[in-house]
């Protein structure tokens, strides 16, 4: 059975609570049960620190030949300043060690560019505040040949689709006493709710197929989906959790 490796942070973590969401935790339920996702990302890493944190090492200890390690980050590592810090330094750095490890253990790297934030501007278009990290992505990949999946660029039509207001309703913006004890509006615009983190789950699996990973071939069901018409929130269905967290995960 091969295993699917997720590598990133906030973005990709197994969220614990609602209303906050990530698409590795949405993505598997698109796959049947003849693969295996292993997530091992977290709030608040960069490409680095989860190095730093020996997440990868013990990611190799697990690995096999024919396995995937998909990798995200990009939004907290653009924080980090300094002498040899940013994207085509340490960045590239990190990213290039991922990438030498996987195939040392006849594994497949994949690299995803970081997902936008909702930051519109005045023309109703999404606004790049991630400055380099995701052409250094895109730079990388193609000098080492690794498969890349643009959410950066996916995730701009996603947001600009729904519209300044409707992309709300992809992210943690919910009005004063939603939940049990939130006496304040709930206002994230990096970080999803169920809705939103279903959708970027979607854009990756087509970054997959435009990719052809062979990896596809255990969908579930096969999955058609263009960013530019998203499913429609108001007719989104989700059971939700009774557990409640009104803290944002780590990150930005």
């Given at each position: 059975m091969p295993v699917v490796f997720l590598c990133g942070n906030s973005t990709v973590v197994d969220q614990d609570n609602e209303p906050w969401a990530s698409w590795g935790q949405m993505i598997t339920a698109f796959f049947d049960d003849r693969i295996c996702f292993a997530n091992y990302a977290e709030s608040g890493e960069s490409a680095n620190s989860f190095i730093a944190a020996g997440r990868l090492k013990k990611i190799m200890t697990q690995i096999k030949p024919g396995d995937y390690v998909l990798v995200e980050f990009g939004h907290n590592d653009q924080k980090q300043k300094g002498e040899g810090k940013g994207a085509y330094l340490s960045y590239w750095k990190s990213l290039t060690e991922f990438i030498d490890q996987a195939r040392a253990k006849q594994a497949i790297p994949v690299l995803i560019t970081p997902t936008q934030?909702?930051?519109?501007?005045?023309d109703d278009r999404i606004k790049d505040t991630h400055e380099d990290y995701p052409q250094a992505m895109r730079d990388l990949a193609r000098e080492k040949q690794v498969p890349l999946i643009d959410l950066h660029q996916m995730t701009r039509v996603l947001y600009e689709a729904?519209?300044?207001?409707?992309?709300?309703?992809?992210f943690v913006h919910y009005p004063a006493g939603s939940f049990p004890g939130q006496f304040q509006a709930l206002a994230d615009n990096t970080h999803f709710n169920p809705y939103g983190a279903y959708q970027i789950a979607k854009c990756v699996i087509m970054g997959m197929k435009n990719q052809d990973l062979p990896?596809?071939?255990?969908?579930?069901?096969?999955?058609?989906?263009?960013?530019?018409?998203?499913d429609d929130p108001d007719s989104f269905s989700w059971w939700s959790s009774p557990y409640v967290d009104l803290q944002k995960p780590d990150g930005n």
């Open positions: 934030r909702r930051s519109f501007g005045e729904l519209g300044t207001e409707g992309s709300k309703k992809a990896l596809v071939e255990f969908l579930r069901e096969d999955v058609i989906y263009d960013p530019a018409f998203p």
